[in-house]
Structures are given as structure tokens and as C-alpha cells.
């Protein structure tokens, strides 16, 4: 018994001196991979469609993003399009992408991505009058915005 | 002048400041990557040239606004299409078009049952896709998806045996490190299969 009561010292304190270094080790992780939300969504958060065979979208500074989904409001039936902080109705998608334009240089503009955001219990007629509108203006990268998986019956 | 001893600037609350921010960031931070299913439009063109393409060519998948598919007019599921679609993109029951003077070629790289009645070659077959305006935007990615399988697999195969590199390496390294002879190889798979998708007008 004694031999366990010996090493009865009083634990020693555990040093806390390298603690600002391990949080601002996790500081600079968040802080480098961090994106600020731009946008704030008004209309009900898109639940993405799956898809297996996604492509990465490359140059994010290059991508401009049209959100379309369902009112907040449950009363509100139909598809809604927001573009930036607002929804806007489709004839003015190629105002939007024609603003977005003028932010970039010239010789970006060829390079130029629509990503489309849709909920995928959102209407095709909506998605394909988007289209029209894109071709419209010559945008005519797009695309159709999917979270990666195998499993497909959830999109149906 | 007197001067003050320089005392040691207190470091204990450093770690305060330094948490602060870091659940700051952690509060503000989103870590998606935006990815998707690429797609190109067709131009616009004013006085678009009449062309004709034989039915074989075609292949015709319509979806209804219950999401119910006709693929050649047999009642098929989405998971078929892939199938389908490869079968009928690598038939090469024929020959391809004429090109630069050159007269068409059979195609030999396609493992088809060459069957007449199918596609003639890769660079012919179109596939349209006739939807609905009342169908899903999810059943639509679905389908666009299976398309993009169907291409990617064919291309993957053509990758496998000509170069015995699978089609996603190629393009993974040309992303790193694109060379020139890369992007030949990447453009000559591409070109076998060229993926042709007609979309007409959604049904009303």
C-alpha cells in the first residue's frame, strides 16, 4: 500500500504554453480554407441532385451562380430564381449575367461559368428557359451544380 | 529622464484573442466545393443549315412528367440508359462522315454488335433528349448523368487500350501538368467519342 501512496505527489500542472501555438496553428487551417458566404439565400435552400460523374468547377472567381428553388413562403407555389441577394424573374437572368460580365476582363469573359443551383424537385421548364436565356447572351458554360454519390433514387 | 524598466508585455491572454478568432472562423466557414455536371450550349445561330439525320442515328430518350422514361419507345428505368447509351454510341454498324474530302471509315475502334439498324459510328450518334416541363430537375441530372457515364466509360475503355491509362488519369495529370502531348491524346478520345446531345423544345 505504501508504494501506492508514494506516488501520491500532486499531479503536475500540464503546461499551457504551447497552446496558443496549437490554436493558432487551427486558426490558420480556418482561416486559409475558409470562403465567406456571399450570398444569402431567400429562397428555401436548394437540395442539390446527386451525381456521379461531377466535374470540380475550376477558377471559382470565374463562376457566377443562379440559385433556383422554392419560395420560403409555402403559400408561393413555382420556381424561384434568385440571383445575388434577390430573386429576380428569368428575362432578367441576361441582365444579371451581363453584370457579371463587366466585373471580369475582357479576355475572361470567354471563360466564364454559369453554375446552376437548383433544387431537384425544381420544374425542368424552368431550368431549360434558364438555358434559353444563356444562349441567348452567348454564356454558354454551365453547369448543373450536384453533390457527389452513387446513389441516384434519391434524386427521383 | 528616467527610465521605465520595459516590463514583459502580458502573454497569458493570447490565447484568449487567438481562440476567439478561430471560432470565429470556424463559425463562417463553408468548405464546398462547387461541382456539377458541365455542360455546353449550342450557339445560336441565325439560319441553322437543314441537315438530315438518319432515325438509326438517333437515339430517342423521352421522360414524362412523371418521371417515367421511354428510351426508343420501350418503358426502360434511369440506371438502363447507361447501358443503352453506350451500346448504341459504340455500335459502328457504319461508316463515319466524309470529312475534309476524306471518304468515311468504318469504326475500328468500337466493340459494338455493328448492328445496321443502330448508330454508324460514334461521331454520328446523337442522342436527344426530349423532356418534359413538368419533370424533376432531379430525374433530368440523373439522366444527364448516366449520358456523361455512358461517354466516360467508352472513353475510358478507348483510354485503357490505346494508351493502358484510364481516361481520369489523363485528365487528372493534365490538370497538373498539361503537355502537349497529353492534351493530343485527351483531344483524340474526346474526338472518337464526341458527345452529341440534342435537347429539342420541352413538351408544354
Do not use: W
Not at chain 1, 461559368?113 to 434559353?132: F, M, Y
Not at chain 1, 454564356?139 to 441516384?152: Q, W
Amino acid at each position: 500500500m505504501s508504494k501506492f501512496k508514494k506516488k501520491k505527489k500532486g499531479l503536475p500542472a500540464i503546461s499551457t504554453a504551447s497552446l496558443p501555438d496549437i490554436v493558432f496553428m487551427l486558426l490558420f487551417f480556418f482561416m486559409v480554407s475558409t470562403t465567406m458566404r456571399e450570398t444569402d439565400l431567400v429562397i428555401k435552400k436548394p437540395v442539390l441532385p446527386t451525381a456521379s460523374e461531377v466535374k470540380k468547377l475550376e477558377h471559382k472567381s470565374l463562376v457566377s451562380t443562379i440559385y433556383v428553388g422554392k419560395s420560403k413562403d409555402d403559400r408561393i407555389a413555382g420556381d424561384k430564381i434568385q440571383v445575388n441577394d434577390k430573386i429576380i424573374d428569368i428575362k432578367d437572368i441576361p441582365a444579371f449575367i451581363f453584370a457579371e460580365r463587366a466585373l471580369r476582363k475582357e479576355e475572361e469573359v470567354k471563360f466564364m461559368t454559369t453554375s446552376i443551383k437548383a433544387d431537384k424537385g425544381a420544374n425542368v421548364g424552368t431550368i431549360l428557359d434558364i438555358k434559353e436565356q444563356l444562349r441567348d447572351i452567348n454564356a454558354l458554360k454551365i453547369s448543373f451544380s450536384t453533390t457527389k454519390g452513387s446513389n441516384l433514387k434519391t434524386n427521383y | 529622464m528616467a527610465r521605465r524598466e520595459n516590463s514583459d508585455i502580458n502573454a497569458g491572454s493570447m490565447a484568449d484573442i487567438a481562440f476567439l478568432l478561430l471560432i470565429f472562423f470556424l463559425v463562417t466557414t463553408t468548405m464546398d466545393v462547387d461541382s456539377g455536371i458541365a455542360r455546353k450550349l449550342p450557339e445560336k445561330t441565325e439560319d441553322a443549315p437543314e441537315v438530315t439525320i438518319k432515325e438509326k442515328n438517333i437515339l430517342d430518350i423521352v421522360v414524362n412528367r412523371n418521371n417515367q422514361l421511354l428510351v426508343e419507345n420501350e418503358f426502360v428505368q434511369v440506371t438502363d440508359i447507361k447501358r443503352l447509351a453506350m451500346d448504341f454510341i459504340d455500335n459502328g454498324g457504319g461508316i463515319s462522315a466524309a470529312k475534309d474530302g476524306n471518304p468515311g471509315e468504318p469504326c475500328d475502334y468500337c466493340n459494338g454488335a455493328k448492328d445496321p439498324a443502330s448508330s454508324d459510328h460514334p461521331s454520328k450518334a446523337i442522342i436527344s433528349l426530349q423532356s418534359d416541363r413538368g419533370t424533376t430537375y432531379g430525374m433530368y441530372v440523373s439522366i444527364q448523368n448516366e449520358i456523361e457515364g455512358a461517354y466516360n466509360e467508352l472513353r475510358n475503355k478507348l483510354a485503357l487500350k490505346k494508351y493502358r491509362r484510364s481516361y481520369k488519369d489523363l485528365l487528372d495529370d493534365y490538370k497538373n501538368n498539361g503537355t502537349e502531348s497529353l492534351k493530343t491524346k485527351i483531344d483524340f478520345l474526346k474526338d472518337s467519342y464526341p458527345q452529341i446531345i440534342s435537347e429539342p423544345e420541352p413538351i408544354k
